[in-house]
């Protein structure tokens, strides 16, 4: 199986910063690394796939980058509705696994 | 609009059965694989189960397998899980999600609200 190790755990930010979050990967996923964000009381909601893709709709502040084990999610500069529970999620082998989560509070 | 809506939770004993439903409306369904996905309370998610776009390849998380089904009735638009000898380790909200692509192994596009299944005597 393979782990997926995000860091920080939660990381403390004023809007207008720059967040960048880590994926580590126990092993190579390629470029098949997702990213989610999840509000309290809310489904998750899908960010960036395939390690750099944007989704449908998704703002542009919302970058990701890298490929084998260590992957980021940037987001440019923070606004409010941005504090939340990021997700990575790899799709290169069963089972499909998630991190842990990062909690980007203010 | 593109939607999934889960319905069938609730309480249930340890060692009981239930059988969550979700119904998908605004794609074709057909087209794509659907998988679900859970989160116990206060914690992270865990993927659960998947099946592809024919029903024919199914996968399931070694912590349900054996104990959990998955299947999906193209006729209703809709997937469904049978959950099994359930423990209260099971206890969590269950969301539906599509995949991406036709590709089995995904990223989730589309989520459901989720449905609360909670296992206690």
């Known amino acids: 199986e393979i782990v997926l190790t995000q860091s920080p755990a939660t990381l403390s930010l004023s809007p207008g910063e720059r967040a960048t979050l880590s994926c580590r990967a126990s092993q190579s996923v390629s470029r098949y690394l997702a990213w989610y964000q999840q509000k309290p009381g809310q489904a998750p909601r899908l960010l960036i796939y395939?390690?750099?893709n944007r989704a449908t709709g998704i703002p542009a502040r919302f970058s990701g980058s890298g490929s084998g084990t260590d992957f980021t999610l940037t987001i440019s500069s923070l606004e409010p509705e941005d504090f939340a529970v990021y997700y990575c999620q790899q799709r290169d082998n069963w089972p499909l696994t998630f991190g842990a989560g990062t909690k980007v509070e203010i | 609009e593109v939607q999934l809506v889960e319905s069938g939770g609730g309480l249930v004993k340890p060692g009981g059965s239930l059988r969550l439903s979700c119904a998908a409306s605004?794609?074709?369904?057909?087209?794509?694989?659907m998988n679900w996905v859970r989160q116990a309370p206060g914690k992270g998610l865990e993927w659960v189960s998947s099946i592809d776009t024919s029903g024919s390849f199914v996968y399931y998380a070694g912590s349900v397998k054996g104990r959990f089904t998955i299947s999906r009735d193209i006729a209703k638009k809709s997937l469904y899980l049978q959950l099994t000898s359930l423990r209260a380790e099971d206890t969590a909200v269950y969301y539906c999600?599509?995949?991406?692509?036709?590709?089995?192994?995904?990223?989730?596009?589309?989520w459901g609200q989720g449905t609360f299944v909670a296992v206690s005597s």
């Open positions: 605004g794609f074709t369904f057909t087209n794509f694989p």
């Open positions: 999600a599509k995949g991406m692509t036709s590709v089995t192994t995904n990223a989730f596009d589309i």
């Open positions: 395939d390690a750099s």
